[in-house]
């Protein structure tokens, strides 16, 4: 396709345009946290902060125990994601690679959590976790978590087996694997892209969620860094910059984490998805 | 299409002695789903068929949750109100978000110099929590000093400087908008996954047939992109009909300003739990009624629309 | 040897929860655990000597580190007793404090909402009878209203009593020539003395419900008197009778004195306003003097009752909220305890200075003139916050109704002789006096 010299240059300031768009608040959020209160007053636009100061982040480490909800976070998340990869990586090996009467049927149970918000099912879900003793534990949002990721998982993972040729466990089984042999060796591997996918997603959901924290986690040394960062709003309301400095820390960790995985899971999700 | 369709696929016949095993793989997802999803979802439902106001279960009444939610006022207009911004917010997401982040695939498609950077930069806002974005969209929404009315301001458009989240007219789509700038990414990267499973040889052939710009797209690339559009079209759907997270970081339990931005997960929150504190004005029925009502509006149209997909690709 | 030590360590993992999920079956019979505890002290409190560890519940997130002083005070009196402090964001401590009640396992104590909100938590069984705590008698009857279910008993030691009024800036004032209104009329005038200096006269903005009901309350009594709430609750008068809509087209007049966009203000942008001294007049709370005072320390506040039509001058109050007994406590005697500690005249200084708010403590005084005066006026010449104290019922409460219908007047949607037909609607669905 032959597009004119002005409708390329157009195409590339639309792209950039939009790249603006989307990276501006959150560049904003990142230089407002290094301005004081008047400044982020007198000038909320500019992303250049007159004097640069860390003042905001001390306060901010002494105002509350970030390095607590820090840890909480990356314990809820990385704990549910390996669960969830485990767990739906072996239900989707299960639902693409055997055909019994009820596969079909299985396939279609576990779609259906993709259309329930588990929000409707907060008393019962409340009243099961006292019943597990699991009230004012990280281990209630683990499993969650870990719930209520298995859908869209299921989903990714399944479309993304069947996209790999029978041949290739048909070799490795005349080889003499069994089928856990075939499912670790041959095929995990192979759906790595998919497999990071998948992290990249409910990793995404397990670190930003404040709903469940907030109702199963009532200690502050077990909270999560959304829920610590909404304390942080009630009591410091005004204080702007403290505020920046907050949302930009609770931030970094999943940016950074995004950036390390990028490659594999746009692979992943140009890959297999919707292959 | 494997994701939806074909259980048709060549599958393998477990052998040997310990082919009962395999039985195995699916327990565990089923257990922790099961427990922690179905298990509550289905107490909730039952729920709806309590009388249950306040806090404490009453008995047992049948549909009457249902009768009351569409024929007694004021919670049949709520629930209308709702459902028609609901309407709405999927619309708005569809020619808004999926519009441009269909655009934006297909310049990539097309190659863009930057285009793995540019693919990092759509999806960044999808990092952030609700929290974080609320409160940031707050700030630069801000009537007095937001950026947005001081921008405005500054290249001449005052007169377009509004209370954006204060104003009935603007608030619902301002949320929406800012939905759409969180969700663009990933909407890009599914509908690039489906441009790029396109054969080349078809686009070829059909330029040897004289089809170019515009009529290319439409009538060879567009239909070809149907599986990733179907599914982005879902996907759209069931966020649109739960829309919650973002409302109520923004506006509140309440639909602020006078219920123009209230939809049918914000209503179903007012009445499952207190928004005046107590019980007086709790009713865990009538609540439980919506979610039942939500819950069939979202997977009747999902599974319809996985089915006509899915015939259509026979057809094919 | 991977695959099987995967398969193993998941099978663990699912015995586990099984099990877990077995336990519970038999529910019900097995004592309810306090949710709040910190793990490791569960078994505490059952013999006298032993440290008892309570949790308790509160909406001020603002107040962490007042009670914290608070409590240590009545620790030190108390040595076997320790206490948690737990506050949450008030817009999410309903859903939190009812998911917790629901299934039993809430905290030990909990702040109450004052008057039909808290009192149907009541009502539901959740909360301990408290008329034995020594202290309780010394409340005035009207203030143990807040908590007082319909069965005659209280339910809630009271905390302090809330005044709405009009907060004003000394040296707007006085740099302009202008005094405290004593009218209506006057009210309008400066308002417009000062839109003509180009200040604006009241920070105010419609975007946050409460804010509207709120603010109705301070100005709705300069057109009705004690009469007509009397005629109101024998159902002798409705809310459409025109000491209310007269209440409501006030509110409406006031518009052109009101900030730029002010549909789209929160509290925080009100009270920066003002605070900044952007703003000559903020209609708010004694709960926001502290607020006020924390952004601006050098802002010369004052704050005047509100003129009425008969001549006098009345500023609007009712019992903010009580703390209370879990009834599903395993600490009950403890609980208790501590609210004899907040009955007392010790714990109405200490909460009153902290806060800088009236306490509801008989005969408490701070070392703020501002409160005191707050303090005295609530004593004599007050009027019921209308709409918390007689109409916070209903489905969505009346209170609500009127909230979401100021907002559409505001917004110009509605007419004020819509917006109380809305409210009159809402009311007599279930306001005893209108169904009669």
């Known amino acids: 396709m032959r597009t004119s010299v002005g409708g390329r240059a157009a195409q590339y300031v639309l792209a950039y345009l939009f790249m603006l768009i989307s990276l501006y608040p959150i560049v904003l959020m990142i230089a407002s946290s290094f301005k004081t209160n008047m400044q982020i007053f007198e000038n909320p636009l500019s992303l250049l902060p007159t004097a640069f100061s860390l003042d905001t982040y001390r306060k901010l480490w002494e105002v509350v125990p970030f390095a607590d909800f820090l840890m909480n976070s990356i314990f809820v998340s990385v704990m549910s994601v390996l669960l969830i990869t485990v767990f739906s990586a072996m239900a989707a090996f299960y639902l693409a690679r055997f055909s019994y009467k009820w596969t079909g049927v299985l396939y279609f149970f576990f779609l259906l959590g993709l259309m329930i918000p588990i929000k409707l099912g907060l008393v019962p879900l409340f009243i099961l976790m006292k019943n597990l003793g699991l009230l004012n534990s990280l281990w209630s949002l683990i499993l969650i978590y870990t719930a209520s990721g298995i859908p869209i998982s299921v989903f990714i993972l399944t479309g993304f087996f069947r996209t790999l040729p029978v041949e290739l466990e048909e070799a490795a089984r005349i080889d003499g694997c069994n089928h856990f042999q075939v499912f670790w060796r041959v095929l995990l591997p192979l759906i790595r892209p998919a497999l990071a996918t998948v992290v990249i997603i409910n990793f995404i959901h397990a670190w930003n969620d404040f709903f469940f924290p907030l109702i199963f986690i009532q200690s502050d040394a077990l909270k999560t860094i959304p829920v610590g960062m909404m304390v942080l709003f009630g009591e410091y309301e005004t204080d702007w910059s403290l505020l920046f400095a907050g949302l930009t820390l609770s931030a970094l960790p999943m940016i950074g984490v995004f950036l390390m995985a990028s490659r594999q899971f746009m692979e992943g999700l140009t890959a297999g998805a919707v292959k | 299409m494997g994701v939806i369709s074909t259980f048709e696929r060549p599958t393998i016949r477990p052998k040997g002695r310990a082919r009962w095993l395999i039985h195995l793989f699916p327990i565990p997802a089923?257990?922790?789903?099961?427990?922690?999803?179905?298990?509550?979802?289905?107490?909730?439902?039952?729920?709806?068929?309590?009388?249950?106001?306040?806090?404490?279960?009453?008995?047992?009444?049948?549909?009457?949750?249902?009768?009351?939610?569409?024929?007694?006022?004021?919670?049949?207009?709520?629930f209308w109100n709702a459902f028609g911004h609901n309407v709405y917010y999927f619309i708005i997401e569809m020619i808004v978000q999926n519009g441009i982040a269909f655009g934006l695939a297909f310049l990539i498609y097309r190659k863009i110099r930057g285009s793995s950077f540019l693919k990092i930069a759509y999806f960044m806002p999808r990092l952030l929590s609700v929290i974080v974005i609320g409160f940031l969209w707050k700030l630069i929404l801000n009537p007095n000093y937001g950026a947005l009315n001081t921008l405005l301001t500054k290249i001449g458009l005052e007169e377009w400087a509004k209370p954006w989240l204060g104003d009935p007219d603007t608030a619902l789509l301002a949320i929406i908008l800012i939905n759409c700038w969180f969700g663009i990414g990933f909407a890009m990267l599914i509908f690039l996954a489906g441009l790029q499973s396109i054969p080349e040889e078809l686009i070829e052939a059909a330029r040897l047939d004289g089809a170019r710009g515009i009529s290319l797209l439409w009538k060879i690339i567009l239909p070809l992109c149907m599986p990733s559009i179907t599914i982005m079209t879902i996907f759209t759907f069931i966020q649109a009909f739960e829309a919650f997270e973002l409302v109520y970081a923004m506006q509140g339990s309440m639909g602020e300003p006078f219920r123009s931005t209230d939809t049918l997960a914000v209503y179903f929150y007012r009445l499952a739990f207190s928004s005046a504190g107590g019980a007086g004005d709790v009713s865990v029925g009538l609540g439980s009624a919506l979610a039942v009502v939500l819950f069939f509006i979202v997977a009747s149209v999902s599974a319809l629309s996985l089915y006509l997909m899915r015939k259509r690709e026979v057809q094919h | 040897?991977?695959?099987?030590?995967?398969?193993?360590?998941?099978?663990?993992?699912?015995?586990?929860?099984?099990?877990?999920?077995?336990?519970?079956?038999?529910?019900?019979?097995?004592?309810?655990?306090?949710?709040?505890?910190?793990?490791?002290?569960?078994?505490?409190?059952?013999?006298?000597?032993?440290?008892?560890?309570?949790?308790?519940?509160?909406?001020?997130?603002?107040?962490?580190?007042?009670?914290?002083?608070?409590?240590?005070?009545?620790?030190?009196?108390?040595?076997?007793?320790?206490?948690?402090?737990?506050?949450?964001?008030?817009?999410?401590?309903?859903?939190?404090?009812?998911?917790?009640?629901?299934?039993?396992?809430?905290?030990?104590?909990?702040?109450l909402r004052p008057y039909a909100p808290g009192v149907s938590l009541a009502e539901a069984g959740y909360l301990e009878p408290l008329d034995g705590v020594a202290g309780i008698s010394s409340f005035p009857k009207d203030v143990l209203a807040a908590a007082t279910g319909k069965d005659g008993k209280v339910y809630g030691v009271p905390l302090s009593l809330n005044s709405t009024q009009f907060y004003y800036n000394k040296k707007i004032f006085e740099e302009n020539g202008l005094k405290e209104p004593k009218s209506?009329?006057?009210?309008?005038?400066?308002?417009?003395?000062?839109?003509?200096?180009?200040?604006?006269?009241?920070?105010?903005?419609?975007?946050?419900?409460?804010?509207?009901?709120?603010?109705?309350?301070?100005?709705?009594?300069?057109?009705?008197?004690?009469?007509?709430?009397?005629?109101?609750?024998?159902?002798?008068?409705?809310?459409?009778?025109?000491?209310?809509?007269?209440?409501?087209?006030?509110?409406?007049?006031?518009?052109?004195?009101?900030?730029?966009?002010y549909v789209g203000l929160e509290l925080n942008d009100m009270r920066t306003l003002f605070a900044t001294g952007k703003a000559a007049m903020f209609i708010n709370g004694s709960f926001e003097l502290e607020g006020i005072k924390k952004l601006n320390p050098d802002l010369q506040l004052d704050f005047f009752p509100m003129p009425t039509d008969d001549g006098k001058a009345v500023i609007t109050t009712w019992v903010d909220g009580s703390y209370a007994v879990n009834s599903k406590s395993k600490h009950k005697q403890e609980a208790t305890k501590f609210m004899e500690f907040m009955a007392t005249k010790k714990f109405g200084e200490l909460f009153a200075n902290q806060f800088k708010r009236i306490s509801a403590v008989p005969g408490v005084t701070t070392d703020d003139p501002l409160v005191n005066k707050m303090a005295e006026l609530s004593q004599s010449s007050s009027t019921p916050y209308l709409m918390v104290v007689h109409f916070a019922e209903g489905k969505p409460t009346t209170k609500q109704t009127l909230e979401n219908a100021l907002q559409g007047m505001y917004l110009g949607k509605m007419s004020p002789e819509q917006v109380v037909d809305e409210v009159q609607k809402s009311a007599a669905t279930w306001y005893p006096p209108f169904k009669k």
């Open chain 2, 30 to 78: 089923l257990i922790v789903y099961g427990l922690f999803v179905v298990y509550p979802i289905i107490s909730a439902f039952l729920y709806s068929l309590y009388d249950w106001d306040g806090i404490k279960r009453g008995v047992f009444v049948g549909l009457k949750n249902f009768v009351t939610l569409f024929t007694v006022e004021p919670f049949n207009e709520m």
């Open chain 3, 184 to 261: 209506w009329d006057e009210l309008i005038a400066t308002s417009k003395a000062l839109k003509e200096k180009g200040i604006v006269p009241i920070s105010f903005g419609a975007k946050e419900g409460w804010l509207l009901s709120l603010s109705h309350g301070v100005i709705a009594p300069a057109s009705y008197n004690s009469d007509y709430l009397d005629k109101l609750q024998k159902g002798e008068s409705d809310l459409k009778s025109p000491e209310f809509l007269g209440s409501v087209q006030r509110m409406q007049e006031l518009i052109p004195y009101f900030p730029e966009n």
């Open chain 3, 1 to 111: 040897m991977k695959q099987f030590r995967f398969h193993a360590a998941a099978s663990v993992v699912l015995a586990a929860a099984m099990a877990l999920a077995g336990c519970s079956g038999g529910g019900g019979t097995e004592p309810a655990k306090s949710g709040g505890e910190p793990a490791g002290n569960a078994s505490g409190g059952q013999g006298g000597g032993q440290q008892v560890t309570l949790s308790m519940h509160s909406w001020r997130v603002e107040d962490t580190e007042g009670y914290k002083q608070i409590i240590k005070a009545f620790e030190a009196d108390n040595p076997n007793i320790k206490i948690e402090f737990k506050p949450f964001k008030a817009t999410e401590y309903n859903t939190i404090l009812n998911t917790a009640l629901q299934s039993d396992s809430g905290p030990d104590i909990l702040q």
